[in-house]
């Protein structure tokens, strides 16, 4: 992959998983990786339980979340609904960034961008439903942010938020697979939930008692953005067990385009809030992005 290179550009890439398998890991080396070849990266942290990416990509703070920003959630007075029960696209999420104050973003010197969209934790007894997070992860759509813009969203871990429509936001998606039956599974279930949703199967709305409710959910689903789905393997200690992930991921029809393998530097890193350098991990996450460009050209 070279720097004038551009397939990248313009995206939205979802990155999915179990939790533990190293979603937010592969998301920052990522990000890092794609701004040394020339893209404005924008990194989404739409995971609403999960705390320290700022640190990770080398923010000493993270910014205001873009929940305040868009009123707050329904569950505590605000502007922002849950997608399962309200379909409506949340207004003003087509948004320029020099419409968004400054505290709402962290930014770099070579352009990295981090926005939180919110986090449950601090929200008290029954306003903890992350439904109107996932709102926002689906239709945020921030612009000029630079010539090759790229977007990168932390996603929280499992399939709620997949289920809820949240992917049919994004361009392409990533799951990571960490050496675990249940990661593997889910790498299938999300594999399954693409194949469906690229079929033309729509979301239940048996609880909308609305028509025109149910009608913009069918929409959402028929108009959805989802043209590819990769797999990375992650935190593989040896070849045996490299071998050993790939063969069942094969057996579900899985071919992954990367493996990372362990390094003991990137665990230590998040225990002690420091910035993600991953010597080894960033020569395997290259690898994987020029396996991906590849298998890009080939379906074009």
């Known amino acids: 992959m070279t720097k004038d290179n551009e397939i990248f550009a313009d995206k939205r890439i979802g990155i999915l998983g179990k939790g533990g398998s190293g979603k937010s890991t592969v998301t920052v080396l990522l990000a890092k990786a794609l701004r040394n070849y020339g893209y404005q990266v924008c990194v989404l942290d739409a995971d609403s339980t999960n705390t320290g990416i700022h640190q990770a ?35 003003g999420a087509e948004i320029s960034l020099k419409e968004i104050p400054t505290k709402y973003y962290s930014q770099d010197q070579n352009d990295l961008f981090l926005f939180v969209l919110g986090k449950i934790g601090d929200k008290g007894p029954g306003a903890g439903c992350d439904g109107p997070i ?9 612009h000029e942010i630079g010539s090759k813009p790229v977007t990168l969203i932390d996603i929280k871990a499992g399939l709620e938020d997949s289920a809820r429509g949240v992917i049919t936001g994004m361009d392409w998606l990533i799951t990571v697979v ?54 990375i393997m992650n935190r593989i200690k040896n070849k045996k067990i490299e071998n050993y ?29 420091n910035f993600l350098e991953g010597i080894k991990a960033k020569k395997d996450i290259i690898q994987a992005i020029k396996r991906l460009e590849e298998v890009v050209k080939e379906q074009q």
């Open 134 to 142: 996932s709102k926002i992860t689906r239709d945020l759509r921030i």
């Open 57 to 91: 990509l080398g923010f000493k703070k993270p910014p205001s979340p873009l929940m305040d920003y868009f009123g707050g959630a329904v569950f505590s007075g605000g502007a922002v609904s849950c997608p399962v029960d309200d379909p409506t696209h949340l207004p």
């Open 178 to 231: 960490d050496p675990n039956t249940a990661a593997i599974q889910i790498a299938a279930d999300i594999k399954n939930l693409v194949y469906q949703i690229q079929a033309g199967k729509l979301p239940a709305t048996e609880h909308l008692e609305s028509p025109e409710l149910v009608e913009k959910a069918k929409k959402i689903f028929r108009e959805s953005r989802i043209e590819k789905s990769f797999v």
């Open 245 to 273: 992930v790939k063969e069942k991921l094969n057996e579900k029809g899985i071919s992954p385009i990367g493996v990372i393998h362990e390094d003991n530097s990137i665990p230590l890193s998040w225990i002690e809030g």
